[in-house]
Antibody, heavy 121, light 111 residues
Framework: EVQLLESGGGLVQPGGSLRLSCVASGFTFSNYVMSWIRQAPGKGLEWVSAVSGSGVGTFYADSVKGRFTISRDNSKNTLYLQMHSLRAEDTALYYC??????????????WGRGTLVTVSS | QSALTQPASVSGSPGQSITISCTGTSSDVGGYNYVSWYQQHPGKAPKLMIYDVTNRPSGVSNRFSGSKSGNTATLTISGLQAEDEADYYCSSYTSTSTPVVFGGGTKLTVL
């Protein structure tokens, strides 16, 4: 059974930093693209970032480019999202998701329950 | 403003069929067969319902189907059931600087 467990969310001041983690199980982690997708309270889904199975290819939404860094440790089956220069508009539930492919992000067939990030003073 | 345009809401009675449209451009929906549809119930994580325009993941009811014409993709739900009431989102791979975009979401109400 595929399981994705996110952690690391919390309350942070504007301009602050936070690192999210997602531990995966139930599939061969290194074979798949992994993504972060967020949802602001009461709003729709917003794709944030993805990393290829090998970790070499990284992809970002324009809204987070230069502030967020995605990475993965295939030896620990763990996905990360390092977030810097956080803004109020980054407040959202951040989902970790497994893509169906290996190299390019396209669609996510399994999702975690999410971790809440709140940016506020 | 979302990159892909969906109607804010649709409704239908049990047993009926409904469609949800997802309009993009030649840089996303029209240019690639990488359109997906997700179902999200309140307080739950999204669930993949359709991938690559027309394909259903294992376990998804065959009442759900997808299609595409030009820059518009469509999700059709036939034999509407109360449990289908949820938010639905489309997404597409894009050739722009943000490789994946979502629609704004459509709230389906089963009357």
């Amino acid at each position: 059974e595929v399981q994705l467990l996110e952690s690391g969310g919390g309350l942070v001041q504007p301009g602050g930093s936070l690192r999210l983690s997602c531990v995966a199980s139930g599939f061969t982690f290194s074979n798949y693209v992994m993504s972060w997708i967020r949802q602001a309270p009461g709003k729709g889904l917003e794709w944030v970032s993805a990393v290829s199975g090998s970790g070499v290819g990284t992809f970002y939404a324009d809204s987070v480019k230069g502030r967020f860094t995605i990475s993965r440790d295939n030896s620990k089956n763990t996905l990360y999202l390092q977030m810097h220069s956080l803004r109020a508009e980054d407040t959202a539930l951040y989902y970790c998701a497994k893509d169906r492919g290996t190299i390019l992000p396209a669609d996510c067939d399994f999702w975690g329950r999410g971790t809440l990030v709140t940016v506020s003073s | 403003q979302s990159a892909l345009t969906q109607p804010a809401s649709v409704s239908g009675s049990p047993g009926q069929s409904i469609t949800i449209s997802c309009t993009g451009t030649s840089s996303d929906v029209g240019g690639y067969n990488y359109v997906s549809w997700y179902q999200q119930h309140p307080g739950k994580a999204p669930k993949l319902m359709i991938y690559d325009v027309t394909n259903r993941p294992s376990g998804v009811s065959n009442r759900f189907s997808g299609s595409k014409s030009g820059n518009t993709a469509t999700l059709t739900i036939s034999g509407l059931q109360a449990e289908d009431e949820a938010d639905y989102y489309c997404s597409s791979y894009t050739s722009t600087s943000t490789p994946v975009v979502f629609g704004g979401g459509t709230k389906l109400t089963v009357l």
